[in-house]
């Protein structure tokens, strides 16, 4: 029987253990806050404005929520970063992205501190993670993914992995940190030949195509771990991920749903990063 792999379970454990380190650090008179930068109103961002908060609130860390108009300046928005910068109160920094169109984007998110990048955004933390240097932090999706495959104990080191999809965000830093953990990774995309037979091959499949059920039965195989990262929504109107999840149930090993999946797992990471800052502040 498929084994479903719950991202609310990750969550509420990861949270817990999160409560345990944040009050240890409050021994030690650091109490781990996290800023939001967010210029305008886009429904996702104030979405993801108020779960963060909420889990902040939730683990005892604390938060400070900017809100920008759209046509703030460039210059504007640099000078509240490098304010949150030089706060030793916060630890973290998240910047809603993507910025109007009259900002530069490598200019601002460059301009967070790499310590306090909690989002792995800046091109410092991206170093971080192709080096394996303690550079920043990486991208909370694909920590996520990690988390759950560390919470059902689902061993890496030397099991074949594919990861579908090249970006910055999921598919790149995902393939490094398994990399990292001793898997031997392979990266699909819109030119890989065949790309069916290379992912049946997998022991490990991370999708994250950006294409709503692309993945079907005919590129999985019995044994696999599959970790949908997509959120999309169907011809339906129903919320699903890249993979065709009532398809892939019936043949992998394990696999997360859409929703309730990895991107429940998310903004755990977040906040376990901004916790993580705080606890770097001790060495």
């Known amino acids: 029987m498929t084994r479903i792999l719950s991202g609310k379970e990750v969550a509420a454990a990861l949270n817990l253990r999160l409560k345990e380190e ?18 305008g109103a886009r429904e996702d961002d104030i979405s993801y404005e108020k779960g963060a908060s909420k889990r902040c609130a939730n683990v005892g860390v604390g938060i400070e929520n900017i809100v920008l108009p759209e046509d703030v300046t460039q210059e504007e928005l640099l000078n509240t970063i490098n304010r949150l910068n030089a706060d030793d109160s916060i630890h973290g920094i998240l910047l809603f992205r993507p910025l109007p169109g009259h900002i530069d984007d490598k200019t601002v998110r460059n301009s967070i501190s790499a310590e306090k990048d909690i989002d792995g955004i800046t091109d410092r933390s991206m170093i971080g993670i192709y080096t394996g240097e303690d550079i920043g932090f990486p991208p909370c999706t694909p920590q996520a993914c990690l988390e759950i495959l560390d919470h059902y104990g689902i061993e890496v080191a030397g099991r074949n992995a594919v990861v579908i999809g090249r970006s910055l965000v999921v598919g790149k830093p995902a393939a490094m940190m398994l990399i990292k953990r001793n898997a031997t990774v392979t990266i699909c995309h819109t030119r890989t030949a065949d790309m069916p037979a290379v992912v049946r091959r997998a022991d490990i ?23 949908d990262v997509g959120i999309n929504v169907n011809d339906a109107g129903k919320l699903c991920g890249d993979v065709k999840y009532d398809e892939a149930v019936d043949v992998v090993e394990a696999i997360t749903p859409v929703p309730g999946g990895v991107g429940t797992v998310t ?17």
Request: net charge positive.
């Open 22 to 39: 944040v009050q240890a650090l409050a021994n030690e008179h650091i109490f781990p806050r996290l800023a939001t930068v967010r210029v």
């Open 205 to 227: 499949v991370i999708v994250s195509a950006g294409r709503a059920e692309l993945i079907g039965k005919e590129y999985l195989r019995e044994g696999q771990i599959v970790l």
């Open 267 to 283: 903004t755990s990471v977040l906040v376990k990063h901004v916790v993580e800052a705080a606890k770097r502040r001790l060495r």
